[in-house]
């Protein structure tokens, strides 16, 4: 019969030893606290003593409680991932993202966590299933997207773990799989811009030639009022954006909303543009749609950028490629600074790691350049002191005879070293003679 223990209670029955807890959890469905009493298999009798059993028994409190203490009161682990994402996860991310932000990480994480884990247990979850999901969505979407999908696996189960719904973070070790899909890094040359620009109607033409020379972004670009533009100045200031057909005071970063300069032609060009406009006033949108709003970006993508890509033969024709393409062509034409402040990125990684590009053109001038400063280093030296050459051994410097009186002392020594190299030499010459045969050991010169 069981005996009741503080941790537990262990009962032997059969030949092995069962041990039993209670447990104090949360009951997500009533929002009240329960007690539910959990059985574990300790091991057999023959193996371990009662005392034993008790260990035993204690660490395995430990390992699913993640205290040796009984007394702790955990959320029940048996909710599903779904239920947990839903209710408990989304609702602390909503004071953090922004409305139309918070709607299309929601569809994400639903598309590609809830879809598949849907009714799936918190307590089930280990890393190697985490990771072969993840693995897995490597193979069919963009690197941005796993990204993505792994920082969300891990802020879930982060919070799962906080919430004390789970002892453990299965998702704390996940790694990024290896083998990734390329991401776009499509660009255009001049020539293909300005191509694109003598396609264009005037007002769209004006559009596309502020969002190239200034970079914008489409959400920033079509939310350009004329209160927003200085022609005394040549400047036009960001004030909001638009985004999911709303009107926003905000932008992507904290340095989106910004005042920017733009070229005195181009000032010119919108200056002649606001006198043909629908509607000049100080409150309406520099490119309004015909009914007076703002243009939808997709929209323009697909009536105006995808027809001028089927046209012109262009690889890509996006508000993302141009936004890129300035960012490569412009940093022949600045500093890195200067390209990051175009972009108005906050970090000048952004700006280097992801928008700027290499040009293959550069890179081969570059190596060029390289080649013929070495060379006209090497063609600027005289001959002898050119790579490879062989140079002419210096003649040993001879010792300068002493003038000085010689001592009897070194006359002595002179004259013994003198008899010592003889002898040596003669004692050389009788071995070679006995070693070698005659006729190769003979002077030539007497033959």
Same mark, same amino acid.
């Given at each position: 019969?069981?005996?009741?223990?503080?941790?537990?209670?262990?009962?032997?029955?059969?030949?092995? #030893?069962?041990?039993?807890?209670?447990?104090?959890? *949360?009951?997500?469905?009533?929002?009240?606290?329960?007690?539910?009493?959990?059985?574990?298999?300790?091991?057999?009798?023959?193996?371990?003593?009662?005392?034993?059993?008790?260990?035993?028994?204690?660490?395995?409190?430990?390992?699913?409680?993640?205290?040796?203490?009984?007394?702790?009161?955990?959320?029940?682990?048996?909710?599903?991932?779904? #239920?947990?994402?839903?209710?408990?996860?989304?609702?602390?991310?909503?004071?953090?993202?922004?409305?139309?932000?918070?709607?299309?990480?929601?569809?994400?994480?639903?598309?590609?966590?809830?879809?598949?884990?849907?009714?799936?247990?918190?307590?089930?979850?280990?890393?190697?299933?985490?990771?072969?999901?993840?693995?897995?969505?490597?193979?069919?979407?963009?690197?941005?997207?796993?990204?993505? *999908?792994?920082?969300?696996?891990?802020?879930?189960?982060?919070?799962?773990?906080?919430?004390?719904?789970?002892?453990?973070?299965?998702?704390?070790?996940?790694?990024?799989?290896?083998?990734?899909?390329?991401?776009?890094?499509?660009?255009?040359?001049?020539?293909?811009?300005?191509?694109?620009?003598?396609?264009?109607?005037?007002?769209?033409?004006?559009?596309?030639?502020?969002?190239?020379?200034?970079?914008?972004?489409?959400?920033?670009?079509?939310?350009?009022?004329?209160?927003?533009?200085?022609?005394?100045?040549?400047?036009?200031?960001?004030?909001?954006?638009?985004?999911?057909?709303?009107?926003?005071?905000?932008?992507?970063?904290?340095?989106?909303?910004?005042?920017?300069?733009?070229?005195?032609?181009?000032?010119?060009?919108?200056?002649? #543009?606001? @006198?043909?406009?629908?509607?000049?006033? *100080?409150?309406?949108?520099?490119?309004?749609?015909?009914?007076?709003?703002?243009?939808?970006?997709?929209?323009?993508?697909?009536?105006?950028? =995808?027809? @001028?890509?089927?046209?012109?033969? @262009?690889?890509?024709?996006?508000?993302?490629?141009?936004?890129?393409?300035?960012?490569?062509?412009?940093?022949?034409?600045?500093?890195?600074?200067?390209?990051?402040?175009?972009?108005?990125?906050?970090?000048?990684?952004?700006?280097?790691?992801?928008? *700027?590009?290499?040009?293959?053109?550069?890179? =081969?001038?570059?190596?060029?350049?390289?080649?013929?400063?070495?060379?006209?280093?090497?063609?600027?030296?005289?001959?002898?002191?050119?790579?490879?050459?062989?140079?002419?051994?210096?003649?040993? =410097?001879?010792?300068?005879?002493?003038?000085?009186?010689?001592?009897?002392?070194?006359?002595?020594?002179?004259?013994?070293?003198?008899?010592?190299?003889?002898?040596?030499?003669?004692?050389?010459?009788?071995?070679?003679?006995?070693?070698?045969?005659?006729?190769?050991?003979?002077?030539?010169?007497?033959?």
């Amino acid at each position: 019969m069981g005996h009741s223990h503080q941790k537990g209670w262990v009962v032997a029955r059969g030949k092995k #030893w069962y041990g039993y807890f209670r447990r104090t959890v *949360m009951d997500v469905a009533s929002n009240e606290i329960k007690t539910k009493i959990v059985p574990v298999v300790l091991g057999a009798q023959s193996q371990m003593t009662k005392f034993k059993a008790h260990e035993a028994l204690e660490r395995e409190i430990a390992k699913l409680t993640g205290q040796s203490n009984g007394n702790r009161i955990v959320n029940d682990g048996s909710v599903t991932f779904g #239920w947990f994402v839903r209710n408990r996860f989304f609702p602390l991310k909503e004071a953090q993202w922004k409305e139309e932000t918070a709607k299309v990480k929601q569809r994400l994480i639903e598309n590609d966590l809830v879809e598949e884990f849907e009714e799936v247990p918190l307590e089930n979850f280990d890393k190697f299933t985490l990771q072969v999901h993840l693995n897995k969505l490597a193979k069919t979407r963009s690197r941005d997207r796993v990204l993505q *999908m792994r920082a969300y696996l891990r802020d879930i189960f982060a919070e799962a773990a906080d919430q004390d719904f789970l002892s453990k973070d299965p998702a704390r070790k996940v790694r990024v799989p290896a083998q990734l899909r390329d991401t776009d890094r499509t660009t255009l040359t001049w020539d293909q811009l300005r191509k694109v620009l003598s396609e264009l109607s005037p007002r769209d033409r004006l559009l596309l030639e502020l969002d190239m020379t200034n970079a914008l972004r489409p959400s920033e670009l079509f939310a350009l009022r004329w209160k927003c533009f200085s022609a005394e100045e040549c400047t036009i200031a960001i004030q909001e954006t638009v985004y999911k057909g709303k009107i926003r005071p905000w932008g992507k970063t904290r340095r989106s909303l910004a005042t920017v300069p733009i070229p005195a032609q181009l000032s010119e060009d919108l200056a002649a #543009w606001k @006198l043909r406009c629908p509607d000049p006033s *100080m409150e309406a949108f520099i490119f309004p749609s015909q009914s007076g709003s703002f243009l939808d970006a997709t929209n323009f993508r697909h009536r105006v950028l =995808r027809k @001028l890509e089927r046209d012109l033969g @262009l690889p890509k024709l996006t508000f993302q490629v141009i936004r890129r393409t300035t960012a490569t062509l412009a940093q022949k034409l600045g500093t890195v600074k200067d390209v990051q402040g175009l972009l108005r990125h906050s970090r000048a990684a952004t700006t280097t790691d992801i928008y *700027m590009q290499e040009i293959p053109e550069s890179v =081969r001038a570059t190596v060029n350049s390289i080649h013929r400063k070495l060379k006209s280093e090497a063609s600027s030296r005289p001959p002898d002191a050119r790579v490879g050459s062989i140079q002419p051994r210096k003649p040993a =410097r001879l010792r300068r005879p002493s003038l000085g009186k010689e001592s009897s002392r070194s006359r002595f020594f002179r004259r013994e070293s003198g008899r010592n190299f003889a002898h040596r030499s003669a004692h050389l010459d009788r071995f070679a003679t006995k070693l070698l045969p005659t006729s190769r050991y003979e002077n030539p010169a007497t033959r």
